[in-house]
Nanobody, 117 residues
Framework: QVQLVESGGGLVQEGGSLRLSCAAS????????MAWHRQAPGKQRELVAR???????NYADSVKGRFTISRDNSKNTMYLQMNSLKAEDTAVYYC???????????WGQGTQVTVSS
């Protein structure tokens, strides 16, 4: 089992920055890729950014150039640096971790990010 706890959400004005953290515990060795997803009110959950065990990254087009995903394996923590935030970035942000070989996904409880215009 893997437990994921997000932190760092909050209220910020447009153009501002936030850094989200996702702390992993439990069977850390079983984790392959990790990712950030988000879900805005009335919309489906969408992938924001993903990082593999070897630090290969990919991003949703809507956040490219503004968001940066990273992970510190020594601290079992993943980050999402969000700059130049827009009102449309407002959502609950979820951390996810994919189990090696099975593809099973673990999820955190989510953290709210609100960007005021």
């Amino acid at each position: 089992q893997v437990q994921l706890v997000e932190s760092g959400g909050g209220l910020v004005q447009e153009g501002g920055s936030l850094r989200l953290s996702c702390a992993a515990s439990g069977s850390i060795f079983s984790i392959d890729a990790m990712a950030w997803h988000r879900q805005a009110p009335g919309k489906q959950r969408e992938l924001v950014a993903r990082i593999t065990r070897n630090n290969f990254t990919n991003y949703a087009d809507s956040v490219k150039g503004r968001f940066t995903i990273s992970r510190d394996n020594s601290k079992n923590t993943m980050y999402l640096q969000m700059n130049s935030l827009k009102a449309e970035d407002t959502a609950v942000y979820y951390c996810a971790a994919t189990r090696r070989y099975t593809g099973y996904e673990y999820w955190g409880q989510g953290t709210q990010v609100t960007v005021s215009s």
